[in-house]
């Protein structure tokens, strides 16, 4: 049992892991100042790539919370990013995003009936302070608007984390996650147009390798990764590895663009890693008793086809 958790845990982190590849990809494949662009083709191709793959439609309910968990996962939460992303250093965009598993820990006692234990908290406040030394410059400015984006990416996220443990799909984790792509996709699309116009009426080879890679693997098969973990795990648990993608992407700016690694960027980096270990550690799960029969129910699906 403990070993096939520890295999659930780092097969889930590959999620993040890959996402913290996305800063690396943007900026060395993909066009200048395209950001929302970038967040359509992560999306939309991948969400209709699996919806077409799997040959599964919501149902009943599912067309409505498909449809919410598609803007609170996808969509609100990369218009959100990039608001940050332009109004704030990303040292600090990362930083206030950091304190997302402390909100989904606290979502989950109202929602799911989990226990708010003290070491998740210590944990929580741990990864905060890891990501500050790890990505956290000098003089950083802060701006109002780019601080509440932030804020709100964090907490849309955590909220959507929290929801997709409490709405359990009978359908398979490839459609359900093909559903939020496709919904958050969709929702992003008009916003890209709005804000930066249609897309470039060229595009390099690279360009096309670096939106491929964000469609493929950094959205179709990290989002499956990321759904199927919180199937498995405690909110706390899964939205403690989203920690890992500042750390990988300072590691990569170390490896392939030549980025000075500072002492302090290393004690961040131990103090993020202890903040996850300790958090796996200590996560058991407390939720079948407070929730309707209909909905645990639903959960031997997951072990079904495309779990």
């Known amino acids: 049992m403990l070993n096939n958790r520890i295999g659930i845990v780092l097969v889930t982190a590959l999620a993040p892991g890959i996402w913290g590849t996305t800063y690396l990809v943007t900026t060395e494949l993909l066009p200048p100042d395209r950001p929302l662009l970038a967040a359509v083709v992560r999306a939309l191709p991948a969400g209709l790539a699996l919806v077409a793959l799997t040959r599964r439609l919501p149902q009943g309910v599912w067309w409505w919370r498909a449809l919410v968990l598609g803007v609170l996962n996808i969509g609100a939460f990369f218009a959100l990013l990039f608001v940050a992303a332009y109004r704030l250093p ?5 930083t206030i995003g950091a304190i997302q598993p402390l909100l989904a820990a ?6 799911l009936g989990e226990r708010l234990s003290l070491r998740t908290v210590i944990a929580g406040v741990a990864g905060v302070a890891g990501v500050s030394l790890l ?3 000098a003089g950083a ?4 608007v780019g601080v509440a984006a932030a804020v709100g990416g964090a907490v849309v996220m955590a909220v959507g984390v929290v929801l997709s443990k409490r709405w359990v799909s009978p359908a398979p984790l490839l459609a359900t996650t093909g559903w939020q792509l496709t919904a958050g996709g969709l929702l992003l699309l008009p916003v890209a147009l709005l804000v930066e116009g249609p897309p470039p009426t060229t595009l390099t080879a690279t360009n096309l390798a670096g939106y491929g890679y964000l469609a493929v693997i950094g959205s179709a098969l990290a989002y499956a990764l990321w759904f199927r973990g919180i199937r498995a795990l405690s909110p ?5 590895l989203g920690l890992l993608s500042p750390l990988v992407a300072t590691i ?3 490896l392939v663009l030549d980025q000075q ?3 302090a960027q290393l004690l961040g980096g131990i103090i993020v890693l202890a903040a996850l270990v ?5 996560q058991h799960p407390q939720r079948a008793a407070r929730r309707p029969v209909t909905e645990r129910v639903a959960e031997p699906a997951t072990t079904g086809p495309g779990s």
């Open 90 to 94: 990303g040292g600090v965009a990362a």
């Open 106 to 111: 606290g979502l989950a006692v109202g929602l």
């Open 135 to 137: 990505v956290l410059r």
């Open 141 to 144: 400015r802060l701006d109002g």
């Open 236 to 240: 706390a648990s899964v939205t403690f």
């Open 252 to 254: 990569l700016g170390w």
């Open 261 to 263: 690694l500072t002492g």
């Open 278 to 282: 300790a958090a796996q550690k200590q």
